[in-house]
């Protein structure tokens, strides 16, 4: 620790002369000095009046006198108690937590006396299960430089005395007479219950001693005294203990409670973005069953109630992993595949949870990955259709399917291969890598015959060249919305291409882009470009959703051309054409009709791959700020193989509207919850069917 020596110089001067005091002070490492003065007319605030160890008044006025100290600090403090409440006033028989916030570097440490081996007694609190009688408390913090202590006083309020039955003549009087003790004093009621109706009691009499002179039979019955000083202990009451929500719907939690003083309320589990010390708790998506549990405290008590929210509606969307089929050439009869469900479905329910038809969303190849729609006549928990379904696999098998999985369906799907995943191991990432470098040898030998059949047919008239493209098939569309789980079907036949629009998150033909630039609340700018910047913001009433939305919006900086305002327009006029996909960055709306322009898009936490991949190998990365979430650790080959996995899907969905991005890189790549990869930034992509870009002419 620091320690002053002295301090030199003459205090009293002259008015007109100069002032000149040197404080010399010790300590490792060497302190930093300050000198303060205290302001006159203002005790106890001070100002700092000079830096370092020598303070020098130049020709001293009536102004300059006062009080001056000198301060040395270097880093190094001993323990200080820097908040404590000194007295509690508790019900008996209720909890209590007593609080001591210290301050000191090192941190100090924390010991409470008494302490019984029940307690926890090394923490900056202490919790007393049950308030029994006036009890001392002492919280002593120390470290190496220092201690200090302080002592709470805890007083219950209570009723010290009050006699028991007692039997009188008519006629005569009695006293009955009720003590209690408390701080402050308490008040002393007595009610008698109403004669004929239990329960009601009405108000005899205010005070410690009843007196009731000249009894007749209507007086009989049971005297209460009740002792009240004015305080309560906190205590919910009203609260839901249930919510069943679509996927991705908001859901908002309320927990009522009262109390005197005025209780304080903490919800858990809370994330950074939530406000989590209100009476209500926001969720502005529900992506998975979860409970959130809140407790509300006051001086004089506490009380904790648990909310569990549910994955739910009158549509459950499911996905069924079928291991022992396989697509012919990528396809699947799906009229057939349909056909077995409604029976297999039929037997399974069989008339349980009130389950009316199914319709097939879609089918994806590699294992057969159905993806179901089931219709319910009421709201249904998707973990009971889970639980249902499961019931009805017998020894892996659900009627002829073998079963690999059955789960709910989620915006974000990780691949599925045949049968059960496992595991990567070293072998299957050598046989990945080498199917990649085959197919880039592939590649590269393909591009060099379509050179040199162009250089042969180089000569005659004009030719053209056009590279077909290949479009997807049903099986690999994936667009369920998870947000109309509620909307009622109106029979179990095949979802038709108008029918699965219905279903699409972002459906670009039937919603308008644009909004309010008032319902915008920028946050602060997470990434910055050469022309254009990245905000995280709010955005209110999106999608039709009342509350706030996270999302990350994408501006021009200040010194932005009109050029490249045009590339900034053209990139939101192509996002407007895709359909959602899982590793294709979503749209989420525009404002374009006044200055400066946004263009909103799905929020995510990990910031760009790019960022991320450098961060997880202990390397620094500015081009997004401090993304919400980090790597822990090195990253796994299993993740980099996941990785390239979803950025190859994505980018194979682009080429099949068909759209080259023309500028794919790992800075051009977002990574979401679940790490998982979106392809973004499409600021040179250009529609092919448009601009002809794989149309080659030559000249004669």
């Known amino acids: 620790p620091t320690n002053i020596i002295g301090i030199r110089g003459e205090p009293t001067v002259l008015e007109g002369n100069n002032l000149q005091l040197t404080c010399e002070a010790s300590g490792t490492p060497l302190p930093s000095i300050n000198w303060t003065k205290e302001e006159p007319g203002n005790q106890g605030s001070t100002s700092v009046v000079q830096a370092g160890k020598v303070l020098t008044i130049t020709n001293m006025n009536r102004t300059d006198a006062g009080n001056y100290t000198c301060t040395a600090y270097n880093g190094f403090a001993p323990a200080k108690i820097s908040n404590f409440q000194s007295e509690y006033i508790a019900f008996v028989q209720q909890s209590l937590t007593l609080n001591c916030e210290a301050e000191g570097n090192p941190p100090p440490t924390y010991t409470w006396t008494p302490c019984d081996s029940e307690q926890v007694c090394d923490k900056n609190t202490l919790h007393i299960s049950q308030v029994l009688n006036d009890t001392s408390y002492t919280c002593r913090v120390a470290n190496i430089y220092g201690n200090e202590s302080k002592t709470a006083n805890v007083f219950p309020t209570y009723i010290t005395r009050i006699r028991g039955n007692r039997t009188v003549l008519e006629g005569d009087n009695i006293k009955l007479t009720c003590k209690a003790t408390g701080r402050p004093e308490p008040n002393i009621t007595w009610t008698k219950e109403k004669l004929g109706n239990q329960g009601y009691t009405v108000v005899v009499q205010e005070g410690k ?21 004015g305080f309560d202990p906190a205590k919910i009451g009203t609260f839901q203990h249930e919510y069943i929500a679509d996927l991705q719907q908001s859901v908002t939690f309320k927990c009522e409670a009262e109390g005197n003083p005025p209780p304080t309320y903490t919800w858990t589990p809370c994330d950074p973005e939530q406000v989590c010390n209100k009476n209500t708790l926001q969720i502005s998506q529900v992506l998975n069953d979860a409970n959130y549990t809140c407790r509300v405290a006051n001086l004089y008590g506490d009380d904790s109630k648990t909310a569990n929210v549910y994955i739910g509606g009158i549509v459950i969307n499911i ?29 399974a329910f069989s008339d349980k949870l009130g389950y009316e038809g199914v319709q097939l969303i879609g089918v994806r190849c590699g294992s057969i990955i159905v993806d179901l729609g089931l219709k319910f006549n009421s709201t249904t928990k998707e973990q009971d259709v889970i639980i249902t379904l499961n019931d009805a696999v017998k020894d892996g098998k659900l009627g002829e399917f073998s079963v ?44 060099i015959l379509v050179w040199w059949t162009c250089r042969k047919m180089r000569g005659g008239g004009e030719q053209k060249i056009a590279v077909e493209l290949l479009k997807p098939s049903q099986s690999h569309y994936i667009a369920l919305d998870d947000r109309t789980r509620s909307r009622v079907m109106a029979d179990a036949s095949p979802l038709s291409t108008e029918q699965i629009s219905e279903y699409a998150s972002l459906n670009p033909y039937a919603r308008s882009w644009e909004i309010p630039r008032e319902h915008v609340t920028i946050k602060q700018i997470v990434g910055k470009g050469a022309f254009g910047q990245v905000a995280k913001a709010t955005a209110v009433n999106l999608q039709g959703r009342a509350e706030k939305t996270l999302v990350a919006v994408k501006m021009l900086k200040e010194n932005a051309s009109e050029s490249e305002r045009k590339d900034l327009l053209s990139e939101l006029e192509l996002m407007k054409q895709l359909k959602p996909h899982h590793y294709v960055i979503k749209l989420l709306g525009c404002v374009t009709k006044s200055e400066p322009l946004f263009v909103l898009i799905e929020y995510v936490p990990f910031g760009d791959l790019l960022g991320y991949l450098r961060k997880s190998r202990g390397l620094n990365d500015t081009y997004y700020k401090d993304p919400d979430i980090k790597p822990q650790t090195n990253l796994t080959s299993q993740q980099l193989i ?26 051009n790549v977002l990574v979401g919850e679940e790490e998982t990869c979106k392809v973004t930034d499409f600021g040179m992509a250009r529609d092919v069917q448009e601009d002809n870009i794989y149309e080659r002419k030559t000249r004669v």
């Open 642 to 667: 996941k990785f390239a996995w979803q950025i190859a899907d994505g980018m194979s969905y682009l080429s099949s509207i068909p759209v080259i991005h023309r500028d794919l890189a790992a800075r």
């Open 319 to 347: 996905t069924i992993v079928i291991t022992s089929e396989t697509c012919i050439d990528g396809k699947y009869n799906q009229s057939l595949l349909l056909e077995k469900f409604k029976e297999l479905l039929e037997e």
């Open 404 to 447: 690999g999985a059955i789960k709910g369906k989620r915006p974000d799907v990780e691949p599925t291969g045949r049968g059960a995943t496992s595991p990567v191991n070293g072998g299957t990432i050598g046989i990945v890598l080498g199917a990649v470098f085959g197919s880039i040898v592939a590649l590269a030998v393909a591009g």
């Open 209 to 229: 001693v009843l007196t009731i002179t000249n009894i007749n039979r209507i007086d009989a019955g049971e005297y209460t005294c009740t002792a009240y000083n």
